[in-house]
Every structure is written in C-alpha cells, then in structure tokens.
C-alpha cells in the first residue's frame, strides 16, 4: 500500500510539523491491510455495536452508532462485511448516504478488554433479496468492502464496567504511562515516549523523507 492511497497531503503535512513521518509510514506498512485478520473478524463478529460513518454527494459527514446483540454483524470472508439495518426512526441518512456515496469508515470498540478496529472501503444497500432474509428483522442490508483495516492504539477507552478513567488521559500534575505498543523494539527512535529508559524520538525524521 502506498502512502498517497492511506495519507493524503493534509495528514503527511502534519506528519512532517510533528515530527511522526517515520512512525506513521511504520504503521502503514506493518499492520494496515485491505483484508481482515482472524483477530480482526473475531472483534467484529463478537460485537454489539459499531460506529459507522458516511457522507453524502458534496462530501457532509454523518456518524451513526449501530448496535444489536453480539454476533449481529457478520464478516461474510476477509474483505466482506454484512451490516443489518433495524427499525428505526425512517431518516435513513446512512443508507441514503451510501446511495450517493459508497465510502464508508467503521469504528469498533472493545470496552471489556480495550482495543479499537478501524475499517475503511465502500459500501451498497440492499433493501430485497435473500441477503435481508438472512438476518431477522432487517429492513436492509449494508455489505461494506474492506479497503483499509487497522487496529488503534486503545489507550484512552474508559473501563465502563468500573467506572474508571483511563490511566493515559492528560491532567494536571500527573504523568500518563506509556502505553505497551510504544516500549516494543520496533518503535525505538519513532515515537515519543516519557519512560526515562526510552530511546529518544528522532526529530529529523521529516528531513529523511
């Protein structure tokens, strides 16, 4: 995957101000695919819920949560999801979204043990045919391609069983712990860290690129 097909020039500026170049072109490489993984069907097919965003013609975005007991949406092979759409208040921004607009983005969240998947690709509606018949009381079906799937950093998911907030949220007067991902090997020298055995983040990597 190149990099103009996962940043376009807004994001690789950034990446450049804020000195991440090195770390994001990582991330691109490493663990963003256009196919879902074991680990990445499994949350799907395990979750209640989803984040689905969309956009009409002239590009005015919209995020709808969606939600059904465990198990609702169904990964129908490694580049294929399978959304129902249950009786609601008959906006249908959404699916009428997708009408006009086929791209999507996914987010789903795991509150029990932290992690976020985030999915990307095009979708289509389908309001007959057997595919709605599949899943009770559907009115419609949105079956989304996946272009782009990645898992997030889940630092700051709040425990909502406990009621806690997470450790890693900024506050006055207290340092947040680096998180796992960032004391592996793999990111030494890209990514900051506050551990005082960290290896430092190089800051010329905007200059190496």
Avoid at 167 to 190: A, T, V
């Amino acid at each position: 995957m190149t990099s103009n097909a996962f940043y376009h020039e807004g994001s690789l500026e950034l990446q450049r101000q804020q000195h991440t170049t090195q770390l994001a072109a990582h991330i691109r490489t490493r663990y963003v695919t256009d196919y879902l993984t074991d680990t990445a069907a499994t949350m799907i097919e395990t979750a209640d819920c989803v984040f689905l965003a969309t956009a009409d013609a002239a590009g005015r975005p919209d995020c709808s949560y969606k939600g059904g007991l465990p198990g609702f949406i169904r990964v129908i092979d490694p580049q294929t999801i399978a959304i129902p759409n249950y009786d609601g208040n008959g906006m249908f921004r959404s699916l009428g979204n997708i009408t006009v607009n086929p791209a999507v983005g996914m987010l789903f969240i795991d509150f029990v043990n932290p992690a976020r998947l985030r999915i990307n690709g095009h979708a289509s509606v389908h309001t007959s045919g057997e595919i709605v018949g599949e899943f009770t009381d559907a009115d419609a079906v949105t079956i989304v391609t996946v272009e782009q799937a990645f898992e997030n950093c889940p630092r700051y998911i709040h425990n909502h069983a406990t009621g806690e907030y997470s450790p890693h949220c900024p506050r006055p007067n207290y340092q947040p712990p680096d998180p796992e991902w960032k004391l592996k090997p793999e990111y030494d020298g890209i990514v900051r860290r506050t551990s005082s055995s960290a290896v430092a983040l190089d800051t010329g990597d905007s200059k190496s690129r």
